[in-house]
T-cell receptor
Framework: AQSVTQLDSQVPVFEEAPVELRCNYS??????LFWYVQYPNQGLQLLLK??????LVKGINGFEAEFNKSQTSFHLRKPSVHISDTAEYFC?????????????FGGGTRLMVKP | KAGVTQTPRYLIKTRGQQVTLSCSPI?????VSWYQQTPGQGLQFLFE???????NKGNFPGRFSGRQFSNSRSEMNVSTLELGDSALYLC?????????????FGSGTQLSVL
């Protein structure tokens, strides 16, 4: 079984400032890692994913994340945020052993971008 | 291409009733998953279907069930509703059940149990 911890439930930041949303996971097997974003009254949208290869993954809307196996982390970063980035962000994992798309999600981080 | 469609968008039921939620995946997608989202428990996996077969099931009581039809559309059913079943139920589709596939989520059905 795996678990995902998002260390910050809320992150306030000013527009055009950099931001990092932290995610740590625990698993007894190798995992795939994902970041999803949820805008108000909408479903989730994939930002980026790590399956294998380069540990630095670039996604949509200028976001990127780095997989660190030794620290079991997958932190999400953006060098300059916009008001439109205000949303809830979810880190998720699925393990290699599972035959399917079952995801285990973290509790979410609410990013609040202020003008 | 139309996205994942969930109906109804909002639903109000009373304790003890049963409810059926519907999900139409993106055209060509054959895998459908369901998740429950609540403020307290967050996002929790319910079940996943591919080619009308349940591939995975989350840790929910037997009151929660689902099925998938030959056209890939899916329904989930909750019987004997409890207050704690109030949640946003999200459906997601993908091309297939391969590990690491991108999931496309619908906007969800907001269920309120009174």
């Amino acid at each position: 079984a795996q678990s995902v911890t998002q260390l910050d439930s809320q992150v306030p930041v000013f527009e055009e400032a950099p931001v990092e949303l932290r995610c740590n996971y625990s698993s007894s097997v190798s995992v795939y890692l994902f970041w999803y974003v949820q805008y108000p009254n909408q479903g989730l949208q994939l930002l980026l994913k790590y399956l294998s290869g380069s540990t630095l993954v670039k996604g949509i809307n200028g976001f990127e994340a780095e997989f660190n196996k030794s620290q079991t982390s997958f932190h999400l970063r953006k060098p300059s945020v916009h008001i439109s980035d205000t949303a809830e962000y979810f880190c998720a994992v699925s393990d290699w052993d599972n035959a399917g798309n079952m995801l285990t999600f973290g509790g979410g981080t609410r990013l609040m971008v202020k003008p | 291409k139309a996205g994942v469609t969930q109906t109804p968008r909002y639903l109000i039921k009373t304790r003890g009733q049963q409810v059926t939620l519907s999900c139409s995946p993106i055209s060509g997608h054959r895998s459908v998953s369901w998740y429950q989202q609540t403020p307290g428990q967050g996002l929790q996996f319910l079940f996943e279907y591919f080619s009308e077969t349940q591939r995975n099931k989350g840790n929910f009581p037997g009151r929660f069930s689902g099925r998938q039809f030959s056209n890939s559309r899916s329904e989930m059913n909750v019987s004997t509703l409890e207050l704690g079943d109030s949640a946003l139920y999200l459906c997601a589709s993908s091309l297939g059940p391969a590990r690491g596939e991108k999931l496309f989520f619908g906007s969800g059905t907001q269920l309120s149990v009174l």
